[in-house]
T-cell receptor
Framework: NAGVTQTPKFQVLKTGQSMTLQCAQD?????MYWYRQDPGMGLRLIYY???????DKGEVPNGYNVSRLNKREFSLRLESAAPSQTSVYFC?????????????FGDGTRLSIL | AQTVTQSQPEMSVQEAETVTLSCTYDTSESDYYLFWYKQPPSRQMILVIR??????QNATENRFSVNFQKAAKSFSLKISDSQLGDAAMYFCAYRRGVIGGGSQGNLIFGKGTKLSVKP
């Protein structure tokens, strides 16, 4: 059972380059999320998708865009990468956004922007 | 806005001993959920335990248990019989209960506690 799969696992970009992080889940979950994790910080929500066809901003959305391609896939795009976006990015999913069931996380993407 | 505070950046425990990780949160809500996640060096985020605010009984999962003090807004994690595999970052997280729209239903994380286990 794959769970939540993120690609790539590592990526190095130059400032100004664009990049799309891919996320797919095979648990038939309705809701999906993108977080970033910086040193000394917990995870902070970038964007989320409560259900297929909807997306909303989280705590730190600036510089990012997302696409909920279908129920399984939720991608995160950096249009013009900046060094401040160097971070570890996590995708997560849950059955439904407003229930107590916990979110399941992917293994993360370590992104470095030079 | 809700906040989650983990006041211990690092903790250390001897193998087979017990350790308690602290977490406090600030909210004006009465309906919410609390979680502890473990992040080992592999970077995976693994759910350890979950507590519903409306339940007075403290959650337990094998060697992991919580001390949930709703009035004090405290949610500590106790790890009994610590094992080398317990070494990881531990994150406390808060989530509002059933609500309408907006981002308020999402997880809010503390900054984490790094737990070391000594053999």
């Amino acid at each position: 059972n794959a769970g939540v799969t993120q690609t790539p696992k590592f990526q190095v970009l130059k400032t100004g380059q664009s990049m799309t992080l891919q996320c797919a889940q095979d648990m038939n979950h309705n809701s999906m999320y993108w977080y970033r994790q910086d040193p000394g910080m917990g995870l902070r929500l970038i964007y989320y998708s409560a259900s297929e066809g909807t997306t909303d901003k989280g705590e730190v959305p600036n510089g990012y865009n997302v696409s909920r391609l279908n129920k399984r896939e939720f991608s995160l795009r950096l249009e013009s990468a900046a060094p401040s976006q160097t971070s570890v990015y996590f995708c997560a999913s849950s059955v439904a956004r407003y229930r107590s069931l916990a979110q399941h996380f992917g293994d993360g993407t370590r992104l470095s922007i030079l | 806005a809700q906040t989650v505070t983990q006041s211990q950046p690092e903790m250390s425990v001897q193998e087979a001993e017990t350790v308690t990780l602290s977490c406090t949160y600030d909210t004006s809500e009465s309906d919410y959920y609390l979680f502890w996640y473990k992040q080992p060096p592999s970077r995976q985020m693994i759910l350890v335990i979950r507590q519903e605010a409306y339940k007075q009984q403290n959650a337990t999962e094998n060697r992991f248990s919580v001390n949930f003090q709703k009035a004090a807004k405290s949610f500590s994690l106790k790890i009994s019989d610590s094992q080398l595999g317990d070494a990881a970052m531990y994150f406390c997280a808060y989530r509002r209960g059933v609500i309408g729209g907006g981002s308020q239903g999402n997880l809010i994380f503390g900054k984490g506690t790094k737990l070391s286990v000594k053999p």
